[in-house]
């Protein structure tokens, strides 16, 4: 191994394990990762410029900017309100439908604030309606996930891979290119939770339980952690105003329609709706500013720098080789398996970002080696480093309802771990049928 690599290893080793020992921010464990990188020239400045200016940044900050203005002008807070009056005339089947409709929003918006927003909502009818709240937190967040699977920018992690892929020369992906594996992947795991939440959540023995707090509260510090930023900002009630409301949706259907239609990039078409916003004064540029959720933005940004570094030190190609004589002659089949299987068990233990960062120009590699298409790997690894669920800690929405809610950790391997092999299968079947080998 050469200097760089083993310095790159290193780095590797000491991020992954202070994410794992979880007693510093992820987004500075990053940034440390990537000086120390900087710094001994394993990467160059460029590339570190490059990473903080990638499309996924600023995809994803635009993004960020036009949802904070959504919530600016009580659009949110009044849709919650109608939802609830719902749920009080329907019962339980009133909070799945709630849940369907927040699900349906997640495959647009980013999840965090969504949960955020719908948590204390969620848990306050289901008090009102006696109903125990532990049955309808984890599937909101479960929910979530699934339904931001379903887009290209229903998660970070989906613009995290199509970042890593276009750098080992693939081409991008198109917003809707991956709902027909994402959709079933929701759908089905949706009917799961609908059936077997009740059964497999042990919310019944309250006295045991952890207190369902009176008011929405949690650890800041954990949040922090778990990539949330303010989680206050989404508490504060905000009355509707008409025309900011209408402009801000406007603005933001336009960037989806736009990029749908190969107008322009996702990334281009959500700065140019952030900018329109601002110019409109339906958000002001400290506003702006404020909603950028920088924690989120520099983790990526930090966890790009240490996959450049893996990928032009070549202890990607080092990894890849390992892969591809662990599944040499075997089938492109039982590779997918492999890889899907291999992305999600890490996904339970580091963060969603880290893995698509590491495991995606394995996933190319692997894939040319044995002369198939990269697509339906890159696909798995989008999948499978959002697919999360049997721990509390593997994505950042398990966190808010875990807290919340007082669950026990083993609840989440009791829903989580059916619902892992479930989607998977959906997710590999799907990816058979539409981007074939």
Not at 33 to 52: N, Y
Not at 168 to 174: I, L, S
Request: proline share 5%; hydrophobic share 55%; with cysteine.
């Amino acid at each position: 191994m050469t200097a760089d690599q083993i310095l790159t290893l290193v780095v590797l080793a000491a991020v992954v394990g202070m994410l794992i020992w979880d007693r510093l921010r992820a987004d500075v464990v990053a940034l440390a990762g990537s000086a120390v990188l900087l710094m001994t020239g394993v990467v160059r400045p460029v590339d570190v410029q490059g990473a903080f200016a990638s499309p996924a940044i600023i995809a994803l900050a635009s993004l960020f900017v036009i949802v904070y203005a959504l919530e600016l002008s009580g659009l949110l807070d009044r849709a919650i309100i109608l939802a609830v009056r719902m749920c009080r005339r329907l019962g339980a089947a009133g909070i799945w439908l709630m849940l369907t409709m927040i699900g349906s929003a997640s495959c647009f918006l980013n999840s965090t604030p969504i949960v955020v927003l719908a948590a204390p909502v969620i848990r306050d009818v289901s008090n009102a309606m006696k109903l125990s709240p532990k049955r309808f937190l984890m599937p909101l967040s479960y929910i979530t996930v699934l339904t931001g699977c379903c887009t290209l920018i229903g998660t970070s992690t989906n613009l995290i891979v199509d970042d890593m892929a276009a750098v080992a020369g693939q081409p991008r992906f198109g917003i809707f290119e991956i709902t027909p594996v994402g959709l079933p992947m929701a759908l089905l795991g949706g009917v799961y939770l609908y059936f077997f939440s009740g059964r497999l959540i042990r919310y019944q023995d309250e006295p045991d339980q952890a207190p369902v707090p009176s008011s929405f509260h949690m650890d800041e510090t954990h949040i922090g952690n778990a990539q949330v930023g303010d989680a206050h900002v989404f508490e504060e009630r905000r009355p509707l105003v008409p025309w900011k409301a209408w402009a801000a949706l406007g603005t933001f259907a336009g960037a989806i329609v736009l990029a749908t239609m190969n107008v322009a990039p996702i990334a281009a078409t959500a700065f140019a709706g952030a900018v329109l916003l601002i110019l409109l004064r339906v958000i002001s540029a400290d506003e702006a500013y404020r909603g950028l959720k920088p924690d989120i933005l520099i983790l990526i940004a930090g966890m790009v720098v240490i996959g450049i570094a893996i990928e032009q030190s070549g202890l990607a190609a080092q990894a890849s080789d390992v892969l591809i004589n662990s599944v040499h002659g075997l089938s492109p089949l039982v590779a997918l398996v492999m890889l899907y299987i291999v992305t999600m068990v890490l996904t339970e233990l580091l963060s969603n970002a880290t893995v698509a960062v590491l495991v995606t120009p394995i996933a190319v590699a692997l894939a040319e080696s044995m002369g198939v298409s990269p697509r339906p790997f890159i696909v798995a690894v989008m999948m499978a480093a959002s697919a999360a669920f049997a721990t509390p800690f593997g994505y950042q929405t398990n966190v808010i309802v875990y807290q919340m809610a007082g669950y026990r950790y083993m609840d989440f391997v009791r829903m989580g771990l059916p619902l892992n092999v479930l989607t998977g299968a959906v997710a590999i079947t799907a990816i058979l049928v539409f981007f074939p080998f």
